[in-house]
């Protein structure tokens, strides 16, 4: 039986439950380190995650993607929390509570986004820019990993190094044979229930989610329900001024992040989510966080895909999994705490094998060099800075270079009929980029006095190429000549007429141009004679 990474079936209730616990498991580090992040509670991160998950399962627009807290977003609280801290005393902690009024300010951005349709836009993105994606995180949950391998600062080494490395290898030995076996059962859950029992009852000294809490400064993640409350911050112009720049830059990581991981999973499992009703669940998900005290978040890739590889596809994987961690974090706390490490790191690492996009090395020679710089470009800053600023650069470069190869491809055939006209016909769209090479293809001073441009094969674009024509028909009348303009689609002669064009335009209403061809033929040979 051939090894897939990921099963395409439609999944079942049975494979929803399991998947659901195995994500809770894989969310609990991940949720305590990004609040470690973000200078907050571990408490916190983890609420963040059960609102997020739960809220976005049961509305969301992609029914199997997992959200909850996320470094991408953890990176930019920090200064919102330093900046918050500074305003009182040490004591206030207000910091977490300037946090919770930028997630309601976020939140209604992001729905905003969603009810205005605007999540349209993320088929605006490149697939080279998509590549860049997968493997830029991919290569940051891969680091992410690394803090696992320091205990109290320190990096491991000698014995307790072995047996870290050994339990990660077994676990993901398990994760790789198991499904060769059987697809009945996660082998992401069975991985880290056979590397807990074995730690456990093996009394093996590894590092667990309890010493890794303690050694961020944690005390554990037992904790009550959310409460809800608002935000013990002055609500004012400059309460806005502080956080409005911080609810934008989280809104357009949040959804640039979980609208690229939504078109991810639609790929990987065939099927087409909703990111304009996703756009509105993320909102929701973060207007809630502020209100009840959580760190707030985006879709995860990384649990997402653990989902959606141990069976998960209807929106119960994600709820099972919201409501496991709520019940971690309430009731089996002193279990949970006593998890290896070493099994969920192993389960992350097998994240980053399946996430990152090894076809990158197959189609090095095969795809223009421009793609192959933005592949690089958005993996590089996606590591280096974050996903937002990785994806604008991407998008940039693929603009550029896309604006670039149709400008120089617009070419104009010549010819002369029997009348004497002289006849462009233009190939290729004309826009700010092709301008300067559109007008070198004309030859006004040995060109006759009637002269035909017929853009049947071409189209007006923007405002450059309107003030291109317009400049060129000045200087075809300024030589005592007419210029006429041939063949434009509707919405071009409507661009010509707002811009007030001095050329004369001939439109054929017909868009398949099979209408008054003859009759504009019989005005022009009239004029001629």
Request: proline share 3%; glycine share 10%; hydrophobic share 50%.
């Amino acid at each position: 039986m051939k090894y897939t990474f990921i099963d395409k079936s439609q999944g079942s209730i049975k494979d929803d439950i399991f998947s659901g616990l195995t994500v809770a498991l894989a969310l609990v580090p991940e949720a305590v380190a990004f609040s470690f992040i973000a200078g907050i509670s571990p408490v916190i991160g983890l609420y963040g995650a059960f609102m997020m998950g739960l809220i976005t399962s049961i509305i969301g627009g992609r029914p199997g993607m997992i959200s909850g807290a996320t470094g991408a977003m953890a990176v930019v609280m920090v200064a919102l929390v330093q900046e918050g801290n500074a305003m009182g005393a040490p004591s206030e902690q207000l910091g977490v509570q300037y946090l919770f009024a930028t997630l309601l300010l976020t939140g209604l951005i992001q729905a905003s986004a969603g009810f205005l349709r605007l999540g349209k836009f993320i088929r605006m993105i490149p697939h080279s820019v998509m590549m860049g994606f997968v493997n830029g995180l991919a290569l940051v949950i891969f680091l992410s990993q690394l803090s696992m391998f320091r205990v109290e600062g320190e990096w491991m080494s000698g014995s307790q190094l072995y047996i870290m490395l050994g339990l990660i290898a077994l676990a993901m030995g398990i994760m790789i044979i198991l499904p060769l076996i059987t697809k009945k059962i996660p082998a992401a859950l069975v991985a880290i229930i056979t590397i807990s029992l074995l730690v456990i009852f093996g009394e093996i000294d590894t590092q667990s989610v309890k010493s890794f809490i303690v050694s961020g400064g944690g005390s554990g993640i037992e904790a009550g329900l959310p409460v809800f409350g608002i935000p013990a911050i002055p609500f004012n112009l400059e309460t806005l001024a502080i956080i409005f720049p911080y609810a934008l830059i989280l809104a357009a990581i949040g959804l640039i992040e979980s609208l690229m991981t939504l078109s991810l999973i639609d790929e990987l499992t065939e099927t087409r989510g909703d990111a304009n009703r996703e756009s509105i669940a993320q909102g929701i998900a973060n207007f809630v966080n502020g209100l009840f005290g959580g760190m707030g978040g985006c879709a995860m890739i990384g649990q997402s895909i653990i989902n959606i590889k141990s069976g998960g596809r209807g929106r119960l994987s994600g709820i099972v999994a919201a409501l496991a961690l709520l019940a971690f974090i309430l009731f089996g706390s002193k279990y949970i705490e006593m998890v290896p490490i070493a099994a969920l790191t192993a389960v992350m690492f097998m994240v980053v094998l399946g996430t990152f996009a090894w076809s990158t090395f197959k189609i090095l020679n095969k795809v223009p060099k421009a793609d192959i710089l933005v592949i690089i470009v958005v993996t590089a800053l996606t590591v280096i800075f974050d996903l937002a600023i990785a994806v604008l650069a991407g998008v940039i470069i693929a603009s550029l270079v896309f604006s670039w190869e149709n400008a120089v491809r617009i070419r104009a055939r010549k010819h002369i009929d029997e009348r004497g006209v002289k006849h462009y016909e233009i190939f290729g769209p004309l826009f700010f980029g092709s301008t300067t090479l559109f007008n070198s293809k004309f030859d006004l001073e040995n060109d006759p006095k009637e002269v035909i441009v017929d853009f049947a094969e071409s189209r007006i674009m923007d405002q450059s190429a309107i003030e291109a024509i317009n400049k060129l028909s000045e200087k075809y009348q300024k030589k005592g000549k007419n210029i006429h303009l041939r063949h434009l689609s509707k919405d071009c002669h409507r661009l010509i007429k707002k811009a007030q064009s001095i050329c004369e335009v001939n439109v054929l209403e017909d868009p398949d141009y099979f209408v008054a061809i003859d009759n504009y033929n019989k005005v022009v040979a009239n004029r001629i004679s």
